[in-house]
């Protein structure tokens, strides 16, 4: 059975979903580590969030009436949450590609923050706010772009691995020093450390690091895709970024007030167009 093995069932149900022909090495670990702590610093575009949404998706189905928690800041949480529809998706169309239909991956109920699968088990995804504190025993929780969420949120998600010896993942880019994720990659030694850099992606080309250093600076990609903290975040962006974005933006606007023109007439006169 593919939900014996978790490489296999990444395998299979990435390939039905996303097309991947082969997860990376250290994919490979996240999905396998055993241990209940494990901190994840990496590089932009990574694949972390995929990586995790697969590992969330395996625990829930190989474990009956077990909770697993996605937290974020709600964009990201979505975000995640739509990932694992995408692999459970995938994995059922597998499963009926295999056993003629007669196999299926059922949810009991689905909705914009919560999937329910037949044997009970719940993924939830959760804003990095005070709601995290209304659940309990956690069989597993991650903590996803933890760089960007509140020390008063880990604080309150903490005690909760206590009562179920649950797995807890942090995971994120660094963003500066201060912080729990910081501090946690540091000076905790219980977290087993993923330190995944761009070299260590192969998606991720030297040229394109290249550019990006010699557009944003050796700042921004020393942060971004070699995963050290920085102490002073306020440089990350040097003026030719900002440049970049404002001329960005003036690009757009310049080509609405042109479409409006059209409509208006130069005199602000309605024309038929």
């Not at 007669?102 to 719940?122: D, V």
């Not at 990659?185 to 990006?212: G, L, M």
Request: proline share 3%; with cysteine; aromatic share 10%.
């Amino acid at each position: 059975m593919v939900l014996a093995d978790p490489e296999l069932f990444a395998a299979r149900v990435t390939l039905e979903s996303w097309r991947w022909k082969n997860i990376d090495g250290w994919q490979r670990e996240v999905l396998k580590f055993s241990e209940r702590f494990a901190i994840l610093n990496c590089s932009r575009q990574s694949g972390k969030s995929s990586i995790l949404a697969v590992k969330a998706l395996w625990t829930a189905l190989v474990n009956e009436n077990c909770l697993v928690l996605i937290v974020a800041e709600q964009r990201q949480s979505n975000e995640d949450l739509r990932k694992v529809r995408e692999l459970v998706r995938g994995y059922d169309k597998y499963l009926r590609k295999k056993y003629g239909g007669s196999l299926t991956c059922n949810l009991l109920t689905e909705n914009l923050t919560s999937l329910e699968f037949a044997n009970h088990s719940r993924i939830i995804a959760l804003p990095a706010n005070e709601k995290v504190r209304g659940f309990s025993a956690p069989t597993l929780v991650i903590i996803d772009e933890a760089g960007w969420v509140d020390d008063e949120v880990f604080v309150a998600i903490d005690p909760m691995m206590e009562v179920s010896q649950g797995q807890l993942i942090l995971a994120s880019t660094p963003n500066g020093t201060d912080g729990f994720f910081c501090r946690e990659w540091k000076t905790n030694p219980r977290y087993r450390h993923f330190r995944v850099t761009w070299a260590d992606c192969p998606r991720i080309s030297k040229e394109r690091i290249q550019e990006r250093r010699q557009l944003y600076g050796d700042a921004f990609v020393n942060q971004e895709y070699e995963c050290i903290f920085l102490d002073d975040v306020s440089s990350l962006f040097p003026e030719q970024a900002l440049k970049d974005s404002i001329d960005e933006n003036e690009n757009v606007f310049s080509a609405q007030m042109e479409q409006i023109q059209k409509v208006i007439g130069p005199k602000g006169d309605v024309e038929l167009i």
